[in-house]
């Protein structure tokens, strides 16, 4: 079973843990969830498609998930990319782009991690099978996805975040 670390709302470590399946975070208690925003020397962003037996199945989505009981970000977010891609990013790849808390059920800190990297959709394998494709997309294609509701788990980060990142 996978196991959260809990934090307080200053994003310090409480010393608790909680399972993820039936977790029940106290008021004030948060986890953190990881994203990852890959982008290509194109300024595409890569998305992939999430398995139909997972929650909003067959949507697209930036490769994440949560952290679990002693990783810290950079390491979780590494993990994600492993398992649900396939692709071996390193840490000093990533770089910590933004952090926003959310008080919503389950609280949590989010945080945004920034790699510039050509990935060959080919190198691409799914391994851990919660996602089944996956594709380069321009700014543009991705707001007209979150419009059409085809991707889950963007809205946290602004184009102007987007337009910042590629620019840079």
Known sequence: MEYWDIYDINKKKTGKTTPRLGCKLEQGEYHIVVNALIINSEGKILVSKRADYKPH?????????????????????????????????????????????????????????????????????????????????????????VENKEIIGVRDFTREDYEKIISE
């Open 57 to 145: 199945g067959l949507m697209w989505e930036m490769s994440g998930g949560s952290i679990t009981v002693g990783e810290t970000s950079i390491e979780g977010m590494v993990r994600e990319i492993r398992e649900e891609l396939g692709l071996k990013f390193e840490e000093k790849d990533g770089t910590l782009y933004k952090t926003i808390r959310r008080d919503d059920p389950p609280a949590d800190f989010k945080e945004l991690w920034l790699f510039r990297k050509d990935v060959d959709l080919k190198d691409i394998t799914f391994p851990d099978g919660e996602a089944v494709d996956a594709k380069w997309v321009t700014i543009d294609e991705l707001e007209q996805m």
